[in-house]
T-cell receptor, first 114, second 113 residues
Framework: DQQVKQNSPSLSVQEGRISILNCDYT??????FLWYKKYPAEGPTFLIS?????DKNEDGRFTVFLNKSAKHLSLHIVPSQPGDSAVYFC?????????????FGQGTILTVHP | DVKVTQSSRYLVKRTGEKVFLECVQD?????MFWYRQDPGLGLRLIYF???????EKGDIPEGYSVSREKKERFSLILESASTNQTSMYLC????????????FGQGTRLTVV
């Protein structure tokens, strides 16, 4: 039972344009959501997070949007740069889970073309 | 800087061998995790520990065990390695809080032949 789903395995975007990565979840106990970025042969690194009391969080070029009623979140990268090419994972946790335990999606491979 | 260090970047083991993957963190985190990453399947939790000698099974614990004798160290053990355990293994640590991120090691690429 996949509680966090990223339905797009890959996304290709031109440099300077917007990248939008999507994530859906099914567990209504999740109330904290994170995005991680992973380069090949490296561990994932934390990018940005959002708690369920908000519907938007911005950090520079990265913005995460949360739609609780749809159980959907998205990561917007504007403008996209070739160095953003990586695998992006969304993750979720909440009070109904063991504190600090994250459930991850399958990942989306983002390729930004110069 | 938070540092999570995995003992090996690459390992090649034979089928049936007992394999130990070691992980050390330096931030006094209560939680430690072992995930495996496979294409199309994302990061799947194998085992989780929230304190010394305490552990919880994750989503795919079969064929694995863990040991946490000290707070900073979390070991993953493959009792009898099989080819379907060929994967990228990732260790992570975090505070024992709901609203916190996990910090990952660099990963160990294990190949079982």
């Amino acid at each position: 039972d996949q509680q966090v789903k990223q339905n797009s395995p890959s996304l290709s975007v031109q440099e300077g344009r917007i990248s939008i990565l999507n994530c859906d979840y099914t567990n209504s106990m999740f109330d904290y959501f994170l995005w991680y970025k992973k380069y090949p042969a490296e561990g994932p690194t934390f990018l940005i997070s959002i708690s369920s009391i908000k519907d938007k969080n911005e950090d520079g070029r990265f913005t995460v949007f949360l739609n609780k009623s749809a159980k959907h979140l998205s990561l917007h990268i504007v403008p996209s740069q070739p160095g953003d090419s990586a695998v992006y994972f969304c993750a979720a946790s909440g009070r109904g889970t063991s504190y600090g335990k994250l459930t991850f999606g399958q990942g989306t491979i983002l390729t930004v073309h110069p | 800087d938070v540092k999570v260090t995995q003992s090996s970047r690459y390992l090649v083991k034979r089928t049936g061998e007992k394999v130990f993957l070691e992980c050390v963190q330096d931030m006094d985190h209560e939680n430690m995790f072992w995930y495996r990453q496979d294409p199309g399947l994302g990061l799947r939790l194998i085992y989780f520990s929230y304190d010394v000698k305490m552990k919880e099974k994750g989503d795919i614990p079969e064929g694995y065990s863990v040991s946490r004798e000290k707070k900073e160290r979390f070991s993953l053990i493959l009792e009898s390695a099989s080819t379907n355990q060929t994967s990228m293994y990732l260790c992570a640590s975090s505070l024992r809080e709901v609203y916190t991120e996990a910090f990952f090691g660099q990963g160990t690429r294990l190949t079982v032949v």
